[in-house]
């Protein structure tokens, strides 16, 4: 990274604490005066600026979220100002998620009272527990423990590292092995259990085939990529086009049902199906980020 | 008793006259570097990691004005007092003065 990129990189850093208003402008500002810093300094020390003294100045300015903080007005005493949203966020989406696992109660026949003062009530441990762990972490990082030194990072890092990959393709090749034979390993299974995790019998000549060829193409993607020891933007497109077949296939199990015999498993298995689905959606969406370029604003003369 | 100052205890002193140093240096136009070094100047040294959000902040409450200009290709903020931050700077004026009065009777005591 060049010092131009490792301030564009800080200045990422900094922003993505901020408002969405605020940070076009803010950004920009902040690159402009960290880039006259940066010149001051070589020219005081007569070379031209470099990589490590870009990041030596950056450090000593601040870590990012800290810098963001400062920009931020007061919040409660409890949270740093650049965690407000964050902790909303992780607050209320646990909220709605106990609320929505245990809600469908009450229609069918448990009263709303009963409801409300146990798991409806009952949520409200997730906002405070995420308080405790803010306030536990603040005391750490004011006995200088937690105390982390700011490094650059690029949005999206093409290279990857070919040991770690191996666990995860051995580890992936796996699970899908196991998922092949789960019709065959659910029989041997104790009890009740082979008649309630009985798959429907229209399930797994089609659908079963599809989802087989679908990670078949998925480790072979990520068995190019391996083998590279790098992403490049045809492993990307094809990965996301895997990643969007996945969530068409997923989509149809859930709307039509009868991937089991038993309808409370088929019930229980459409609401995981449906998470599944969120985390590819989100994992389609992070690869798709790109960093954001900072504007000159409206303002500029 | 320690005999050193404590820099910590020294740099939260500090850190009480920042608003009043950085309000004082704005009466006419300038961009966070130049403020940075104006302050220098006059032995104040503030930490840039403060100072530019410390402007935002004061801009956000409504005591300063700023513009984008764009000097020798290179676009900057300016930042100048508005009327609420003149009468804001005359405020804090009065309260340090009053302080340091304070202060220093209280320290002429304390050598008596």
């Known amino acids: 990274m060049n010092p131009q990129e490792i301030i564009e990189a800080y200045v990422r850093d900094v922003i993505r604490h901020l408002p969405h208003r605020d940070r076009n402008e803010t950004g920009f500002e902040l690159r402009g005066l960290l880039t006259e810093m940066l010149q001051e300094q070589a020219q005081q020390q007569g070379t031209a600026p470099t990589a490590s003294m870009t990041l030596d100045m950056l450090r000593r300015f601040g870590h990012p979220s800290e810098v963001a903080q400062r920009y931020l007005p007061a919040v409660p005493a409890f949270l740093p100002g650049n965690q407000l949203r964050p902790f909303l966020l992780v607050s209320l989406t646990g909220m709605a998620l106990q609320w929505a696992l245990t809600l469908p109660a009450v229609f069918a026949g448990q009263s709303i009272a009963a409801w409300w003062f146990g798991p409806g009530l009952g949520a409200f441990w997730i906002p405070g527990f995420v308080v405790m762990f803010s306030l536990l972490e603040r005391s750490l990082k004011l006995r200088g423990l937690f105390h982390s030194q700011w490094s650059p990072r690029g949005l999206q890092t093409d290279r990857v590292s070919r040991p770690v990959w191996t666990v995860g393709l051995v580890g992936f090749a796996l699970a899908v092995l196991m998922m092949v034979f789960l019709p065959t390993l659910i029989q041997s299974l104790p009890g009740v259990l082979p008649a309630v995790l009985a798959f429907h019998p229209d399930f797994l000549p089609v659908q079963g085939m599809l989802a087989v060829f679908l990670w078949t193409a998925s480790f072979a993607i990520h068995t190019a990529v391996w083998r590279e020891g790098r992403w490049t933007i045809l492993t990307r497109r094809m990965d996301a086009a895997t990643g969007v077949g996945f969530l068409l296939l997923l989509a149809s199990w859930v709307i039509k049902g009868n991937i089991f015999l038993q309808p409370a498993t088929d019930e229980g298995a459409r609401f995981w199906l449906v998470l599944v689905m969120v985390l590819i959606l989100w994992d389609l969406l992070q690869q798709s980020i790109r960093p954001r370029v900072l504007h000159p604003p409206k303002a500029v003369k | ?112």
């Open chain 2, 1 to 112: 008793m320690q005999e050193v100052p404590s820099p910590k205890l020294e740099l939260e002193m500090r850190r009480g006259v920042l608003v009043l140093a950085v309000l004082s240096q704005l009466k006419k136009p300038q961009y966070g570097y130049s403020l940075r070094q104006a302050l220098a100047h006059h032995d104040l040294p503030i930490e840039e990691g403060t100072l530019y959000p410390l402007l935002r902040r004061l801009e956000g409450q409504g005591y300063l004005q700023s513009e984008w200009r764009t000097d020798d290709g290179q676009p900057r903020r300016y930042y100048q007092l508005n009327a609420q931050g003149e009468t804001l700077l005359g405020q804090l004026t009065a309260s340090w003065q009053a302080l340091n009065a304070s202060l220093r009777g209280l320290l002429k005591e304390e050598n008596a």
